[in-house]
């Protein structure tokens, strides 16, 4: 009798195993003031009173704690919390929450909430109630009465639900909540509800607030809670209605459609629902033949039995395939299958007669009632055939197709996908979309990912904020498959389809930050400290390459949209990890196996010897045309591309785009291509204009481009260097324009007029506090790190 496939004790978790632990629920009780405004959706700035003193000092300029765990939950063993670092040190003061609240938190912030219900009108549907209000969340009674909004809403629905005849024996229940700090660029802690009531609320809201305070102080934000319904018969219709009707008709219904390999699956949530114990109970109570003597004649306690052996979600999976009760029986007491060893194909044949057939015929649809849990593991996942991922299509409704591409690269496709609510704790939202990148199994395919996976595998655990790293990844059915945080769009796209912010200090400061970051994501590639594994330690060094960088590589995570988004390094099919020894980490390094894509941003020496250098010039060549779309007109872009197409020599009728040309008949000599450095000449005058300091910051980082633009590969900057100097460039920028705050804050600070809407994202108008989280990006983890990062 097999238990489980190899693959389970992986990551992506059998969904047996219970997803990611949750936090407990505290056992406080609220009192609290909540009126709702829905007036306006205007952000509120916090005075940064943040502070630790005793609560009878008089207030001082704000500090920063040094702990996130200054706040500790209510409830617990005590209402005091210290702060700062303990370090064997007596703490020098005593805070308690009460006294401190008032001064962490903003006079009001706002909350919004959304319900959604799965109603049963025939096919699932879902409803959204949004209350931006204004609170004052340093009154207690706030939370109360966010709850009672939340019951009064909930009981509303319900009545309209249940009114219905059709509805009769429906309950209610709550599919996924969870609350969410949303800052202005930045996304906070959140955590997952359990129970909807409000000491629940209170607990995490204030434990997220805190934390976001902690990482972000000077960032204003809002509150979020998302509680998500649904509804489910647990008693038969008429009267006199049979159970086992009921539960095959409800997990029909609840069937998931639009799985992204068209395999039906149940969620986890309706599963556990339709597995209890009364409804086992209920089943076996109105099955009219006898049992065989052995099970008794007490049902109820039979059906204890079977909920204790671990067997209710087998036992509800046979009874879908119309399995004889005694059958089932057989199974779970003969064989000794449970929802943790399940019957398998092979196993040893039964003498009972159908038990055979009967497994076969169960095990055709076993796979949907086990739906695996996907967590952020960065590992990757052998899964059987029949195994079922709870990851869906999202329908492409302009073009009609059941699936939303993202992109199409040379070695496989990219979708976008959501995961259903029960099956992932990935982020505070249950709504959020992701993408899904498929490499099929053949040849250089299947070697693409191999080599984008290792790249990946090192990098997750480094989790660069400028670094797009996976979730987690898996090969079935001989596809590979990647799954990464979904972002807003590439560089190439959002370069054609949105304009220039301007030239504002704030926005040269966001453009230094995001070129900053992107060298210091390739740095930590290049100069990956981390010792080899199973290698002396001492004596070795594992670096890389990307060879792949180009603005279609560059995802671009707008967390607010419409607002001056993060830049992130993408792409590692192309890139390899070395393992050198450190004495000879000075010497030129070994190539990369592989270069393929565009050939734009390939630098001179691309048929010979490509080292790290090949990535300096790649990664200049982005700078350089992203300096053009910030600091010159609109069509500049591809007036610069089609100069550099006509200055080529046009071998057999092909034009290439390079940044070099050779000059001379078959001469060896190599030049920029006079389309540069007309516009290096061009971009010079251009941003000599305005401001001074804003001129010589731009104009110090062209001319920091133009030296990556060196055509011998070892004079160009490593990229330490080239890290420095940008470093030192932003925090000049940082220091003259510390409102760049206001990039965020302030519509007028907001970056890209969209040209067109061609890629579906336009819009800098809307407020981002009428947003939901759904219509933003990801920000995982490494969004919430250092930007400098190294
Ligand atoms: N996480 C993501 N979120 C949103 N879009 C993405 C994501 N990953 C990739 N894309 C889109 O898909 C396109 C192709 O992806 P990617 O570059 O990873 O594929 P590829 O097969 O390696 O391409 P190539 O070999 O041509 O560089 C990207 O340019 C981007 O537009």
Known sequence: ?????????????????????????????????????????????????????????????????????????????????????????????EITEDELLPRILPEDTECKLRITFDVRDGKPNQRQFIFPSRKAWVAPPSYEQLYQQIIGQLSTHKKEILQNPQNLGIEVYRRHGSCLVVGARHEGPYSVIEDYDAEVLEQKAIQNICGFIHLYPFEPFRLEICLHFSSIR????????????????????????????????LPRIHRDQLTSAHIIEQILVEEPRHLPERFGTDRKSLSRVIVEKGASILFIACVCRYMEIDLILHLIFEHKYNDASLPQLGDDACPKASCDSSVKNLLKQLKAFFARSIECDGKRHGLEDDEVMPIMNIPNCSTGSKETKLGEGSYGSVTAVTIDHSHHYLTGDP????????????????????REFSMLERLFRKKHPHIVTHITSW???????????????????????????????????????????????????????????GMNQNNHFVYGYHHDIKPENILLFEHVEGRNPVFKLSDFGAGKFHIMPKN??????????????????????????????????????????????????????????????EESRQIFGWRDDFYWRECGNGSAKIELRPAVTEY??????????GPDEIGRLLLGMLDLIMECFKIQPQERPKVGELCDRLDELQKKAETLFKNFEREVSTPSGSSGHSVKSNDGNVSESEDFFTRSPSQRNHTFPEDQASHRHR
Not at 47 to 71: C, I, M, N, R, T
Not at 239 to 263: A, C, H, W
């Open 1 to 93: 009798m097999v238990a489980q496939t190899p693959s389970s004790s992986q990551g992506v978790t059998p969904s047996q195993r219970p997803p990611p632990a949750r936090p407990s629920a505290p056992s406080h009780t609220s009192t609290a003031n909540f009126e709702e405004s829905n007036t306006s959706t205007t952000q509120h700035h916090r005075v940064p009173s943040f502070s630790v003193q005793k609560a009878s000092d008089p207030p001082v300029e704000a500090v920063a704690p040094k702990s996130p765990g200054y706040l500790s939950p209510r409830g617990h063993h005590s209402r005091s919390s210290s702060v700062g670092s303990t370090s064997g040190r007596e703490l020098p003061f």
């Open 234 to 265: 647990k008693t038969p219709q008429e009267p006199d209605g049979k159970y086992f009707r009921m539960v095959t008709n409800e997990i029909n219904s609840k069937m998931s459609d639009n799985n992204f390999l068209d395999q039906e699956f």
């Open 431 to 450: 709504d959020r979309t992701f993408a899904l990148k498929k490499f099929t199994d053949h040849g250089d395919f299947a070697a693409s990912f191999v």
């Open 475 to 533: 090969t079935q059915r001989n596809v590979h498959y990647i799954l990464y945080p979904r972002a807003t769009r590439n560089l190439r796209i959002h370069m054609k389809s949105h304009r220039s912010p301007g030239r504002s200090g704030v926005n040269v400061a966001w453009l230094l930050r995001q070129f900053n970051g992107l060298a210091s994501g390739l740095r930590s590639i290049h100069e990956m400290t981390e010792e080899a594994p």
């Open 584 to 645: 000879h980490f000075n010497k030129p390094s070994q190539q990369s196996s592989q270069l393929r894509g565009t050939l734009s941003y390939y630098g001179p020496e691309y048929r010979g010897s490509k080292t790290r250098p090949f990535d300096i010039w790649a990664l200049a060549c982005v700078f350089f045309e992203a300096t053009i779309w910030f600091a010159l007109p609109h069509n500049h872009l591809a007036i610069f591309q089609s100069l550099r197409e």
């Open 680 to 689: 290096f000449a061009l971009l010079g005058g251009e941003l000599a204009k």
